[in-house]
């Protein structure tokens, strides 16, 4: 059976990022960056399913500037793509004799755009036959990303917060101004439905809690197929 056309079900098990999730936590409750994460990740995956091909950075088109943090080939061959995000706040601590230093990163309304763009990457690659499921990982130590909003901002289409009903076509509010929007001026439209669900990580050794945000074109209520006029 072609890969795109295995049952939900099984796309959804494997390969099980909750899962490397989980056991990764044990020995790596921070990362130093976004590409620390990825190596770290791929890793994991490995070690629970040696057959799994993994490709870092791969262009699904070779001829486009378009690439994925992680291509995932299980041995029966569906192809699972998954995008991370690593959204940080001011940390510095110290983990099993190793010192991390995060940098406040701020920015949260861009940030929450960049994810959901690239929920709507994902479920294209999913829609053109690249892959069979798509994935979007995000990880943070910053509450400002799933607790909701106490007020409407210029953002509230692309807000990422706990219980969020993230679906339809997304755009910036309409008084946003130019230096927020400057490169990220489309809307996103999203063809698949998704309730958002935290999970805890870890909890840092300065108290703060880190979380996670998996999206998983899989678990979609809402077929991914292209939209009529697309």
């Known amino acids: 059976m072609p890969a795109r056309d295995r049952p939900a079900e099984e796309l959804t098990m494997r390969p099980d990022l909750q ?11 921070i990362f130093s960056s976004e590409s620390d994460l990825q190596h770290a990740l791929a890793w ?12 870092l950075e ?3 088109v070779p001829e486009v500037r378009e690439a994925a943090d992680l291509w995932l080939t ?25 010192r991390f230093v995060l940098a406040n990163q701020g920015a949260h309304d861009i940030s929450r755009y960049d994810v959901v763009k690239d929920v709507g990457r994902v479920e294209r690659w999913v829609r053109q036959g690249l892959a069979a499921r798509g994935l979007v990982l995000v990880l943070s130590n910053d509450p400002a990303y799933w607790k909701p909003p106490t007020r409407s ?3 509230r289409d692309f807000r990422i917060h706990e219980g969020r009903d993230l679906h339809g076509d997304l755009a910036w509010a309409t008084h946003a101004g130019a230096g927020t929007t400057r490169s990220r001026t489309n809307p996103v439209r999203l063809t698949g ?3 958002l669900r935290w999970l805890d990580y ?14 998983d074109t899989a678990t979609s209520r809402a077929p991914v197929v292209p939209p009529p006029g697309s």
Do not use: M
Not at 44 to 54: A, F, M, S, V
């Open 19 to 29: 899962a490397a999730l989980e056991r990764l936590r044990l020995s790596r409750p």
């Open 202 to 215: 870890a909890r840092l050794p300065n108290g703060q809690q880190s979380r996670y945000l998996l999206i």
């Open 153 to 155: 901002t210029i953002d």
């Open 58 to 60: 791969r262009r699904p």
């Open 44 to 55: 994991q995956l490995q070690q629970i399913e040696p057959q799994l091909q993994i490709r």
């Open 193 to 195: 439905r998704y309730e």
């Open 74 to 98: 299980t041995s029966e061959g569906t192809l699972v793509v998954a995008e991370l995000k690593y959204l940080v706040r001011k940390a510095d601590v110290t983990v099993a004799g190793e």
